[in-house]
Nanobody
């Protein structure tokens, strides 16, 4: 059974940094598309960043380009999101997701991913 567990969220002042981790188990990590999404109350999940299914390409939402960096450690089956220069508008619950059959055109679509973590809260104070 595939499981994803996020960690690393917390409260930080604007301009600060956090590093999120997504530890996976149950297989498929190296052969699946992986992504970070975030969600605020009353809003749909928003794509933040991710890897293509082969891991060869990375993608970022325009709102985080130049501030966030995604990475992965295949030996640990873990994905990371380094978040720098955080802004209050980055406040959200951050989720990691795994999709075994996600094609490139659907990488930013939440419904394309079949496995999700429980989420970790990131709060950026002004």
């Amino acid at each position: 059974q595939v499981q994803l567990v996020e960690s690393g969220g917390g409260l930080v002042q604007a301009g600060g940094s956090l590093r999120l981790s997504c530890a996976t188990s149950g297989g498929f990590f190296r052969s699946s598309a992986m992504a970070w999404f975030r969600q605020t109350p009353g809003m749909e999940r928003e794509y933040v960043s991710g890897f293509s299914r082969t891991g060869g390409y990375t993608y970022y939402a325009d709102s985080v380009k130049g501030r966030f960096t995604i990475s992965r450690d295949n030996a640990k089956n873990t994905m990371y999101l380094q978040m720098n220069s955080l802004k209050p508008e980055d406040t959200a619950v951050y989720y990691c997701a795994l999709g075994t059959g996600v094609i490139t055109s659907q990488l930013r679509v939440a419904d394309a991913y079949g496995y999700w973590g429980q989420g970790t809260q990131v709060t950026v104070s002004s």
